[in-house]
C-alpha cells in the first residue's frame, strides 16, 4: 500500500496499544486481587503473608514500595 512506517506505525500499530494495555491492567488487578481472596480465606488475617501485607499497605497509605515489590514479583520466574 506503499505506506511510510512511520505513517504505518501511527495509523494501524498506535491504535492498537490502547486495548491491549487497559486489558492486561484489568487483568493484572483481577489477579492480584484474587491472591487477596484466597490468601485471607485459607490463612485468615492472623497470618500475615505477602499479598495481605501489601493489601493493608495500599489501603493505609500510598507508598512506592509496593510498586517495587510488584515489579519484582511479576518479572521473578520462581514466583509463577
Known amino acids: ?3 511510510r512506517p512511520v505513517q504505518t506505525f501511527v495509523r494501524v500499530t498506535l491504535p ?3 486495548p491491549g494495555i487497559i ?3 484489568v487483568f493484572a488487578f483481577l489477579s492480584s486481587f484474587d491472591e487477596v481472596v484466597v490468601t485471607s480465606l485459607v490463612g485468615g488475617f492472623a497470618i500475615c503473608t505477602l499479598p495481605l501485607k501489601m493489601w493493608e499497605d495500599i489501603r493505609h ?3 512506592p514500595t509496593i510498586a517495587a515489590v510488584s515489579s519484582l514479583l511479576d518479572c521473578c520466574p520462581s514466583s509463577r
Open 61 to 63: 497509605q500510598i507508598d
Open 1 to 3: 500500500m506503499r505506506a
Open 16 to 18: 492498537i496499544i490502547p
Open 23 to 25: 486489558g492486561d491492567a
